[in-house]
């Protein structure tokens, strides 16, 4: 009888941990998969580009990138 509880005592453990082993893999693996799309994402995009303004009290442009 004693034998039977530590058996399932045990299964019951070992369910536990293969169930957050199972977890942070998971999440791992989405992790690593939004990372590739971000670098993907960084690589194929254009430089960001502006106009950049300073504006005189007349309202006369002063520069213009």
């Known amino acids: 009888m004693d034998n039977a ?3 399932v005592a045990t299964a019951a453990v070992l369910s536990v941990w293969i169930a957050i ?3 942070l ?3 791992d693996a989405t ?5 590739r799309e971000l ?3 960084r690589r194929e ?3 960001p580009s502006a106009e950049v303004t300073r504006v005189r009290d ?8």
Do not use: M, N
């Open 5 to 7: 509880a530590i058996l």
């Open 21 to 23: 082993f199972v977890y």
């Open 25 to 27: 893999w998971r999440i």
């Open 31 to 35: 992790a690593q998969a939004l990372r």
């Open 39 to 41: 670098e993907r994402e």
């Open 45 to 47: 995009s254009l430089p």
């Open 58 to 65: 007349t309202g006369e442009p002063v520069e213009r990138h």
